[in-house]
């Protein structure tokens, strides 16, 4: 009997713009019913469940591109772009990028085929390497989403392993998502990144929510990872938060641009910031 394929290596040779090593990307196959689309969490991330056929599909571990010789990682549409300053510096941080992740991930190894460890790693790699890009390449909200999916993964990496603290991985990897999540409206405001040129704002990959997307999750990553050690800050974190859910259940109705599902989150979200705040500050 034929083994059930989930991937694929494209046809096309891949040369990387730092090492100039030659590779071929692993794909997902779709159709065929690999792919079991489960629950929406409140951090807009698709669970998928396996099947009997193809067990389990994990769409988010392959659309990093990362050169397995020298483990730079970029989204598709960047991977070939790179200016002389960016290749410079990620060409002297191949030894670093591999010492950071090596202790986390022993066996990481981006020729074989993908497991959780190379998903995980593909994006905490991605989001290194877009701190060298240029502001034209949107670097702050390609990090915000590398660590956002990055600590996914490692949640899910957690309850394969419950014992290899994957978990303390995650809660770091999503406070990151966190703070940079909040970094982009701060881009936004002061017109350093072209946040709207995005093509897709995700942050799953069955659906594009856009910028109210991107909204959201300032308010829901800050309510559950923001820092709770001091009551001020975290007041003025939640009016952060509170102020851009409040740019979302403002526009009122539905639309094709803002799903119901979408406006009824951030609805129920901006109610348990309100009530937080409360507590904190009655006059909030």
Excluded at 204 to 216: A, E, M, T, W
Aim: hydrophobic share 35%.
């Amino acid at each position: 009997m034929a083994e059930a394929r989930i991937t694929f290596r494209g046809k096309k040779d891949l040369t990387c713009p730092v090492c100039r090593n030659r590779f071929r990307k692993e794909e997902l196959l779709t159709g065929g019913g690999r792919m079991n689309a489960g629950d929406l969490t409140d951090e807009l991330h698709r669970v998928y469940l396996p099947t009997q056929k193809y067990g389990e599909v994990r769409p988010l571990l392959y659309p990093v591109t990362v050169c397995p010789q020298c483990w730079y990682a970029a989204y598709p549409r960047n991977f070939d772009t790179l200016d002389g300053e960016a290749r410079d510096a990620l060409d002297r941080d191949i030894g670093t990028r591999k010492s950071m992740l090596r202790p986390i991930f022993p066996e990481l190894d981006f020729d074989r085929d993908r497991g959780l460890a190379e998903g995980c790693a593909s994006y905490v790699l991605a989001a290194l390497c877009y701190e060298h890009r240029p502001l034209s390449d949107t670097p702050t909200f390609f990090r915000a989403l590398s660590f956002l999916r990055a600590g996914w993964l490692a949640a899910d990496l957690h309850k394969a392993m419950p014992s290899d603290n994957y978990d303390y991985l995650s809660a770091i990897l999503l406070r990151k998502a966190s703070f940079f999540y909040g970094e982009i409206l701060e881009c936004e405001r002061r017109g350093l990144e072209r946040i709207e040129e995005i093509p897709s704002h995700g942050p799953d990959l069955d659906n594009n929510y856009g910028f109210d997307g991107v909204l959201y999750l300032v308010g829901v990553l800050l309510l559950k990872y923001g820092q709770r050690d001091d009551p001020m800050r975290r007041m003025n974190a939640l009016k952060e938060a509170r102020a851009a859910v409040s740019r979302i259940v403002g526009m009122g109705q539905s639309s094709r641009s803002k799903p119901s599902v979408l406006l009824d989150r951030s609805r129920e979200l901006h109610k348990t910031i309100k009530q937080e705040l409360e507590l904190l500050d009655p006059h909030a």
